[in-house]
Nanobody, 118 residues
Framework: QVQLVESGGGLVQPGGSLSLSCAAS????????MGWYRQAPGRQRELVAA???????NYADFVAGRFTIARDNAKNTVYLTMNSLKPEDTAVYYC????????????WGQGTQVTVSS
């Protein structure tokens, strides 16, 4: 059974930082392209950042150097470090795993809420 379990969300003030983690089980983690998406109320889910099995990152334009994605293949975990958070970063953040050789194998976590507010 595949499980992606996100953690680390919460409430933070504007300008603050949060680190999210996603622990994967039931997949050959090193074979998967890992991503973080987010969905704010009334908006479509959008890509925040992703990282290949070779640790090559890709970021959405709105990240603008504020976020960093990383992975630890030994721990089957992907991380998202978020700095200089803005109120518009408020959303549910989802972890995504997509098999690099066959994108049909695509799994999602249940999400973790990030709220940026004073």
């Amino acid at each position: 059974q595949v499980q992606l379990v996100e953690s680390g969300g919460g409430l933070v003030q504007p300008g603050g930082s949060l680190s999210l983690s996603c622990a994967a089980s039931g997949i050959t983690f090193r074979s998967y392209y890992m991503g973080w998406y987010r969905q704010a109320p009334g908006r479509q889910r959008e890509l925040v950042a992703a990282i290949t099995s070779a640790r090559i990152p890709n970021y959405a334009d709105f990240v603008a150097g504020r976020f960093t994605i990383a992975r630890d293949n030994a721990k089957n975990t992907v991380y998202l470090t978020m700095n200089s958070l803005k109120p518009e970063d408020t959303a549910v953040y989802y972890c995504d795993a997509k098999k690099e050789t066959n994108n049909a194998f695509n799994f999602w976590g249940q999400g973790t809420q990030v709220t940026v507010s004073s």
